[in-house]
């Protein structure tokens, strides 16, 4: 089955500088790839995904590539703000049809 | 406005006594999902209807089940619930199983006594 990790598990960054988090899979057949963000008390809220056919995708200030050769992508977040505080996971959807998620990273972002 | 509606977002119950969870959807999508996830852990995926077809995963314990009477209803019913099912269970829904985007409600915090 499909094997989702995820890197780091946590990450500060100070107010307005970007954060990185990046997730390799191992299913080749996988070809769509969500990332969640997942406040306290809440359950996970899609921000953005990604399809197999496309390299990059970009949202105001968040981004996503892919690198199908290497099974990995990553999610940018650019000009980070408090309120992007929260645990992000990544999760890739191989040929079951389920979504095998990431550990999931824990981003601060200190004012 | 809520799209995914989980009740109770809090429940409490006694160690082997039975519970149900609810989840409503107003997306009248085709896919609902039930999920466990532990503190500081990713979801993990119990079951899913995709409409009236039930799809359980292989180390979904049996104590388990679920419900869908409808499209926009579906239950989790814990038999004997014991200290390990201590979780946030989440509900999700996808229009459609394949590369779909799957929504999730706010989840209910069960405790087990």
């Known amino acids: 089955g499909e094997n989702v990790e995820q890197h780091p598990s946590t990450l500060s960054v100070q107010e307005g500088d970007s954060a990185v988090i990046k997730c390799t899979y191992s299913?080749?057949?996988?070809?769509?790839f969500p990332w969640y963000k997942q406040e306290l008390g809440k359950g996970p809220q899609l921000i953005i995904d990604i399809r197999s056919n496309v390299g990059e995708k970009k949202d105001q200030r968040i981004a996503v590539t892919l690198n199908k050769t290497a099974k990995h992508f990553s999610l940018h977040i650019t000009e980070t703000q408090p309120e992007d505080s929260a645990v992000y996971f990544c999760a890739a959807k191989g040929g079951a049809n389920n979504l095998f998620f990431g550990t999931g990273t824990r981003l601060t972002v200190i004012p | 406005d809520a799209m995914v509606i989980q009740n109770p977002r809090y429940q409490v119950t006694q160690f082997g006594k039975p519970v149900t969870l609810s989840c409503s959807q107003t997306?009248?999508?085709?896919?609902m999902y039930w999920y466990q996830q532990k503190s500081s852990q990713a979801p993990k995926l119990l079951f899913h209807?995709?409409?009236?077809?039930?799809?359980n995963e292989a180390d979904t314990p049996d104590n388990f089940q679920s419900r869908r009477p409808n499209t926009s209803f579906c239950f989790l019913d814990i038999r004997s619930p014991g200290l390990g099912d201590a979780a946030m269970y989440l509900c999700a829904t996808s229009r459609a199983k394949n590369n779909q985007p799957q929504h999730f409600g706010d989840g209910t915090r069960l405790s087990i006594l």
């Open positions: 299913d080749s057949a996988s070809n769509y």
């Open positions: 209807y995709y409409d009236k077809d039930f799809n």
């Open positions: 997306l009248n999508h085709n896919v």
